[in-house]
């Protein structure tokens, strides 16, 4: 089982953004996909997180209104399109997945993608 990030990249505050997540070895419709992310010098957060089988999302407060968590089944990719981004969302962006059907917390998470740098410019 391996997740695979792309995009991300150098964007100037205020920009947009889009991640994608390639599950391979399981079919979005059975599990969650998370993304997290990891700023210099600071712990690994939860930014959002989508049930692949009724699309239910989640959202940190930090991003709520900013970021969206969609999926494509017929890609069997997750999206992350971030908007209105600040100099605070510099980070390294993980796709993660616990392997089954719940949205839950960092150590609940089993499968990991190896990030994506996404970095704001002021």
């Known amino acids: 089982v391996h997740l695979v990030e792309s995009g991300g990249g150098v964007v100037q505050s205020g920009g947009s953004v889009r991640l994608s997540c390639s599950p391979s070895?399981?079919?979005?419709?059975?599990?969650?996909v998370a993304w997290f992310r990891q700023a210099p010098g600071k712990e690994r957060e939860a930014v959002s997180c989508?049930?692949?089988?009724?699309?239910?999302?989640y959202y940190s407060d930090s991003v709520k209104g900013r970021f969206s968590i969609s999926m494509d089944s017929a890609n069997n990719t997750v999206y992350l399109q971030m908007h209105s981004l600040k100099p605070e969302d510099t980070a390294i962006y993980y796709c993660?997945?616990?392997?089954?059907?719940?949205?839950?917390?960092?150590?609940?998470?089993?499968?990991w993608g190896k990030g994506a740098l996404v970095i704001v410019s002021s």
């Open positions: 993660a997945s616990p392997g089954n059907g719940y949205c839950s917390g960092l150590g609940s998470m089993v499968y």
């Open positions: 989508i049930v692949t089988s009724d699309h239910t999302t």
């Open positions: 070895g399981f079919s979005l419709g059975t599990i969650a």
